[in-house]
């Protein structure tokens, strides 16, 4: 607690008193073990950026062996040894150490750290009108126990006996035993420790985002005024807090069981030629825990991308986001519907169909409020003034795939028809499209939109439409082919479908081809982004301070906003960020900080009666000075 | 090939696509500045018409690939329960893929329609109740229909299986699976415990129990056709799962924790072969819980006879004790004469017959 008042005493002075001694930060303290959410976000964004590259490296992998199991992969020798065997193909064991890794990282380290990590520290505070986070010192905690985790995954995936390999769910007692694969060994002691820290930094920057949403709004900033963005991340944070210890103590459990000889998970096993002592365990006790994370993890990944895209298509679309109140509504609905819907992972594990029945009322139950969603994004756009940015074309890419992706999942949340669709490819198009891809369109809308504000300069938006093109084929080229693949019955983490019978490898020969080289060209053509992101950062045109016109706190701040945000005052609000394109008005923006008085010619009836509480709202000044000195 | 044929266009549509991207911001450059009052610029038509183009062709290759691959789906189920699930599955399919269609329709329609215009102005529409009721209210109605049928099949297919349920225990380990039958006798599994397992008993069975005599295991799967089958799965490592995807059955195999599946198969492996036409087809049980190195060829064969020959089938199987009289040594004094009628006397046995057909000479 007095770390972090003192921190923001020393925001206060450092923004207020410029006359007052100035003392810079140094190199390190800037850059390195910097407390500034700016610093910490862009932190978490070149550490997501770099995990999505090695997780869809592995995936090119993996992809290589399904869609060219005759092909010669001793090119591939000089990485990955011996993990090409002698007849030059990838080992199989190898195989499933690329999915489980593929998996984790682009999950956990890719599309939580380097989502929610990244927009969550920098918008919070830019957008909610605060010099910083409620505790900038936890905040870099965060994001060292996220850099501590990363560098123990990263280094699980050089030792001998390989990383993780049981799949990125890690179900015991595959996971338990070291003796059934020797990914269990080492690499996943490695995973568990790496994961405990991930949960640990995940659970600080949690409570940061939820401490600062409630306690630093700037004068005037009621909750339903706050932008959908700082409502996704409020929700996405609620989330994690409530789920992810459940996830470190089934990791916990887990190491007990690998380590002390305790059956948690372990019973009545008979394995290399051994009966284990382990009995009255219960496999299913692991699965439960994990979905309890797990699948409110979906929602996690999902829900900051939602938010960015509510902000990014009403900005671009000249044009208020329709039923902002509804929004706020099924976001809500989401988050509450999202911790009873887990055992749906689980339908045919054996868990008790009475069970199963329960969660497939509940689980259909999600679809509506994320159906309320998808409508109201598309009557946003609905007589709009469509301004394609490369963020708004990943926008509407991100609604497009949620839609494809989200409805399977009413096919899958039936448990009836979950039993033959259950582990088989139509699951993998499934959630690559509603959670992976949508996720990840959000993620790029996001840099797109706010590169701006966090670097000083604009990306070039050619190469993005060019960026935003050829992703958005590819991942429809990846995924909607694997519905087929599903259909017929292909089940997932197959190293090759030889053993279906009645010729079902070559049933979809040109199909997995045609996938693979889908993949390798979607993922190349992320280098076009990461050119651009690069050479923009140091060479980009120099941004406004405002270039999209949006409504927004953030735009209010200078290009380069220090320490602090804002140099003067931190602005008041007075209005809900979405008045776009509002009759009467002279321009087609009205930001936030703009008071109703000075709008009459465009206020609504019910917004003339808001002038009355300016005068409230700016005599808060004084008190929010003083929580900032206290 | 059709489909490496159609991702080259996809690659040449899009390189055309960046081609005149380019070149449109030339000509626009020459003519005119961009309006700087706005982040619009020369490429919004572009991106605007891009959406078109994407709805149209996105149409094309979608309905193209699925006839492409509808011959490769699952033939019909050849289970009682399946041909339910199946038909509910392609009935949910075509209202999820009405709604995709038409919601993703609209998307890219709206985003090409309403492409920014500087002689327009958006229109100021934040809220309807009416129409968000509408839509919170139609897909709620829709799914309650959807899940409605979903329990009641759900509830059907895991009912309790039929008492007169053929009883057979498949036991997943790293990597096959072991098949085991009640007998002939007693038509009753014996016990198991994974601490009796061996290298001859593999299973674990508990001679202790007089119903294990004449149990009888098999290396491939052996179903009446027309009769319900209760199928009893345990797992010896790690987790499996028992998948036979013609049958549309699937169901955990977990260490510790037995489970179980009951469904009628309809189709005989020869009818089968006859409605595809290929006369080596075989019904498969293959695994689908990723289980380590073997994971994919964790496989066996599964036969669906008349229930005559099945019943033929089972009477040449030798229990287990038949094969292997050593384990008598394993049973309880008190039963050692009920197991002794399962160890053939075949020394003698055979000699016999064959002393009395040399005697009768």
């Known amino acids: 607690m007095s770390t972090a008042i003192s921190h923001a005493e020393e925001v206060h002075t450092h923004a207020h008193d410029h006359e007052h001694e100035h003392h810079e930060p140094n190199f390190i303290q800037k850059y390195i073990f910097s407390e500034d959410h700016k610093t910490i976000a862009k932190q978490y964004l070149i550490m997501g950026i770099l995990w999505a590259f090695i997780g869809g490296s592995l995936s090119i992998m993996f992809r290589l062996q399904l869609g060219f199991p005759e092909m010669q992969l001793e090119w591939l020798r000089p990485i990955l040894g011996s993990w090409i065997d002698e007849s030059g193909k990838i080992d199989k064991e190898f195989y499933l150490a690329l999915v489980t890794m593929h998996g984790t990282i682009m999950v956990f380290f890719v599309l939580t750290a380097g989502l929610s990590g990244t927009f ?293 949340g039936n448990s009836a028809l979950d039993i033959n669709l259950h582990d088989t490819y139509f699951v993998v198009a499934h959630f690559h499209l509603v959670m992976g891809s949508a996720s990840f369109f959000g993620l790029m809308a996001g840099v797109y939109h706010w590169f701006p504000k966090m670097f000083g300069r604009m990306m070039n938006k050619t190469l993005g439409y060019i960026h935003f093109w050829a992703t958005f084929v590819g991942v429809y080229a990846v995924f909607f082919p694997m519905h087929y693949t599903g259909i017929a019955g292909f089940p997932r983490r197959y190293y090759s479908f030889t053993a279906l019978g009645n010729d079902g490898q070559n049933a979809f020969t040109d199909l997995n081809q045609f996938i693979t080289v889908a993949a390798i060209l979607t993922f190349s053509s992320q280098a076009i982004f990461f050119f651009n992101f690069v050479y923009s950062i140091f060479k980009g045109k120099k941004a406004t301070e405002n270039p999209w016109n949006s409504n927004t706190l953030e735009w209010t701040t200078p290009v380069d906003p220090g320490h602090g945000n804002w140099p003067g005052e931190i602005p008041a609000v007075y209005r809900w960020p979405y008045d776009y394109s509002k009759p009467g008005a002279e321009s087609d923006f009205i930001p936030q900080h703009i008071p109703f008085s000075a709008t009459p010619e465009s206020n609504l009836p019910e917004e003339n009666e808001e002038i009355a509480k300016e005068k409230a709202i700016e005599s808060l000044l004084a008190a929010q000075n003083e929580s900032y000195n206290r | 090939m059709n489909f490496l044929i159609g991702l080259l266009s996809i690659v040449f549509f899009i390189l055309a696509i960046s081609v005149i991207v380019k070149s449109m911001k030339i000509n626009k450059n020459l003519s005119e500045a961009e309006d700087p009052n706005t982040a619009a610029d020369s490429s919004n038509n572009i991106n605007a018409y891009g959406m078109l183009a994407f709805w149209f062709f996105g149409t094309v290759a979608g309905v193209w690939s699925f006839n492409a691959s509808a011959p490769d789906f699952l033939p019909e189920a050849a289970s009682a329960h399946g041909i339910t699930t199946d038909k509910m599955f392609w009935i949910s399919m075509s209202v999820v893929t009405l709604a995709f269609f038409v ?191 073997g994971h994919f060829g964790m496989a066996i064969t599964v036969f669906v006879d008349e229930p005559a020959d099945y019943k033929k089938w089972c009477a040449e199987q030798k229990p287990f004790l038949a094969t292997n009289p050593a384990y008598l040594a394993k049973v309880p004094e008190n039963l050692k004469a009920k197991a002794a009628k399962y160890i053939p006397a075949e020394p003698i046995s055979v000699d016999s017959t064959a002393t009395e057909a040399v005697s009768v000479n």
């Open chain 1, 120 to 412: 969550s520290n920098f918008l919070i505070p830019l957008q909610i009108g605060a010099r910083d986070m409620a505790s900038g010192f936890i905040n870099m905690l965060s994001f060292w126990f996220f850099f501590l985790s990363s560098a123990i995954m990263f280094s699980s995936l050089f030792i001998e006996t390989g990383p993780a390999s049981g799949g990125w769910v890690i179900y015991p007692p595959l996971s338990a035993l070291p003796q059934a694969m020797p990914g269990s060994g080492l690499g996943m002691t490695l995973w568990l420790t790496s994961m405990a820290f991930f949960i640990v930094s995940s659970l600080m920057g949690g409570i940061n985002y939820i401490c600062t949403i409630i306690n630093l709004r700037t004068r005037g900033m009621t909750f339903t005024k706050m932008p959908l963005t700082i409502w996704s991340f409020f929700f996405t944070a609620i989330l994690g807090l409530l789920s992810f210890p459940v996830l470190l103590s089934a990791a916990l459990l887990l190491i007990f069981d690998r380590s002390f000889g305790t059956s948690f998970y372990l019973s009545e096993i008979y394995i290399q030629g051994q009966a284990l002592p382990n009995v009255g365990g219960s496999a299913i006790l692991y699965q439960h825990l994990f979905w309890f994370l797990g699948h409110p993890e979906v929602y996690i990944v999902l829900l900051p991308a939602l938010g960015m895209t509510s902000e990014i298509i009403a900005t671009n679309a000249r044009k208020p986001i329709f039923g902002y109140r509804a929004m706020i509504g099924s976001l809500m609905g989401i988050t509450v519907l999202a911790f009873i819907v887990w055992a749906h992972h689980m339908f045919v594990t054996g868990m008790n169909p009475f069970l199963g029945s329960v969660f497939m009322f509940l689980t259909l139950i999600i679809a509506v409020p994320s159906a309320v969603k998808a409508f109201n994004y598309i009557t946003t756009l609905w007589k709009g003034n469509l301004i394609f940015t490369p963020a708004m074309l990943f926008s509407i890419g991100l609604v497009s795939l949620f839609i494809s992706g989200g409805v399977t999942g009413i096919i899958l």
């Open chain 2, 103 to 293: 919601t993703n329709t609209l998307l890219l329609f709206f985003a090409y329609r309403y492409r920014y215009n500087k002689n327009r102005k958006a229109t100021f529409y934040p809220v309807n109740h009416k129409l968000e009721l509408i839509w919170t209210v139609i897909p709620a109605v829709v799914m309650a229909i959807l899940v409605f049928s979903g329990w009641r099949t759900w509830r059907d297919i895991t009912s309790q299986a039929p008492s007169d349920a053929v009883v057979i225990e498949i036991t997943g380990h790293q990597f096959g699976w072991y098949v085991r039958y009640g007998g002939t006798d007693d038509n009753q599994l014996g016990n198991y415990n994974y601490k009796l397992i061996d290298e001859t008993n593999n299973i674990g069975i508990d001679f202790t129990d007089k119903h294990s005599f004449d149990d009888f295991t098999a290396t491939e799967l052996h179903l009446p056709k027309g009769k319900p089958v209760l199928l009893k799965i345990h797992a010896q490592d790690v987790l499996h799962s028992v998948y036979l995807p013609f049958h549309r059955v699937k169901m955990d195999a977990v260490p510790g924790m037995p489970t179980k599946f009951w469904f009628t198969p309809t189709v005989s492996t020869d009818e089968m072969r006859a409605k595809l036409g290929k006369k080596d087809f075989n019904f498969k049980l293959n695994c689908t819980e990723v289980c380590g190195r």
